[in-house]
């Protein structure tokens, strides 16, 4: 719908606006005798397609988000970026102090260097023992004793793999990298601080070069999207916080596969590109929903418009220059 035009059907043949008519009723418009004639301009009516509009309170989404966290307990080191920065996926961005995890994986390198060889000693053990069962100079007793004794030292070598890998993996917990493409928000924790996994998220990076606009239209409204022409689909624009228009447009690509029953609405999301990032994650939105007109209408200017007790109501002059009040069906 065209804010600045009104359907007053097809009967009208041309309008009257002026000044002194739009501020009157149709009752006023006799003149005194003596009064001069007002002034008045005539304008054709014309038929146009408007498009009609619905407009809803909306959420800006990012597209990715995630929350840094640390998964060992530790000393804070300086931050490796400088906050608000685009950051790419593998760049450091804190690290916590390793010498204590650095001093774990080398005393369980130790042990399983010990392990190794004791696993070594085992072997060579088991196998003389079994070459002296064939020659029936040795025992089976001994020969199982030995063989025993072997598999445990292999198990403990097994072991302390698994503990050198384990400390390994927490050594490396005390480098975090970003994880995806995106814009680094402020540091929550400063350098020197000790922290944990309770600690909460040290920052958060922000993927919103591309943006989703959530809305939640009544399933009226939903209905009325499903059965539109696809071939068609609604344009869906943004109202920012001053009122103007957002630059792009966006295209609603998911609806949420459930309703709300407390307000029997259901979540639409479009997506936009966000180039220049002014719209950011959380910001509060109107989106506004333009869907094709289904045929051209007759329409007016804004200022033709007047209103009295009946209604709103244009004046007309058909072909032999005689005035006429025509109300209209259209809704402001």
Do not use: C
Not at 3 to 12: E, I, Q, Y
Not at 50 to 72: K, L, N
Not at 196 to 223: N, Y
Request: net charge negative; glycine share 6%.
């Amino acid at each position: 719908m065209n804010l600045g035009t009104r359907d007053f059907g097809h009967s009208v043949t041309a309008i009257l606006a002026t000044v002194a008519l739009l501020a009157t009723a149709p009752a006023s418009l006799a003149q005194e005798a003596d009064a001069p004639p007002p002034t008045v301009v005539v304008k054709a009516a014309e038929k146009r397609e408007v498009p009609r509009t619905s407009e809803f309170i909306g959420r800006i989404q990012a597209v990715e988000r995630v929350d840094i966290q640390v998964r060992v307990t530790g000393t804070l080191l300086k931050p490796q970026f400088k906050e608000g920065d685009t950051v790419e996926p593998g760049q450091l961005l804190y690290e916590i102090e390793p010498a204590p995890f650095q001093a774990e994986v080398n005393s369980n390198e130790a042990q399983l260097a010990s392990a190794t060889a004791a696993a070594t000693n085992a072997d060579i053990n088991n196998k003389r023992a079994q070459e002296l069962l064939v020659t029936r100079t040795g025992s089976q007793a001994n020969a199982d004793t030995r063989k025993a004794e072997f598999e445990q030292a292999a198990a403990q070598v097994e072991i302390a793999k698994a503990a050198l890998d384990v400390s390994r993996i927490t050594l490396g917990y005390t480098r975090i990298s970003a994880p995806i493409h995106g814009r680094v928000g402020r540091t929550a924790i400063t350098e020197g601080n000790i922290v944990s996994p309770a600690s909460g998220p040290l920052t958060t990076i922000v993927k919103d070069d591309t943006v989703w606009a959530l809305f939640a239209p009544s399933q009226r409204e939903v209905l009325e999207y499903k059965k539109a022409d696809y071939a068609n689909p609604p344009v869906v624009r943004l109202k920012l916080a001053d009122g103007s228009m957002y630059s792009g447009e966006g295209s609603i690509d998911y609806m949420d596969n459930i309703v709300d029953p407390s307000t029997d609405s259901q979540i639409l999301r479009a997506t936009f590109q966000n180039p220049d990032r002014v719209l950011t994650d959380g910001q509060t939105i109107r989106v506004v929903i333009e869907q094709p007109a289904d045929a051209p209408v007759l329409v007016v200017p804004q200022v033709a418009l007047a209103a009295d007790q009946t209604g709103t109501f244009v004046l007309t002059v058909d072909g032999e220059s005689k005035v006429a009040t025509k109300y209209g069906s259209g809704s402001v």
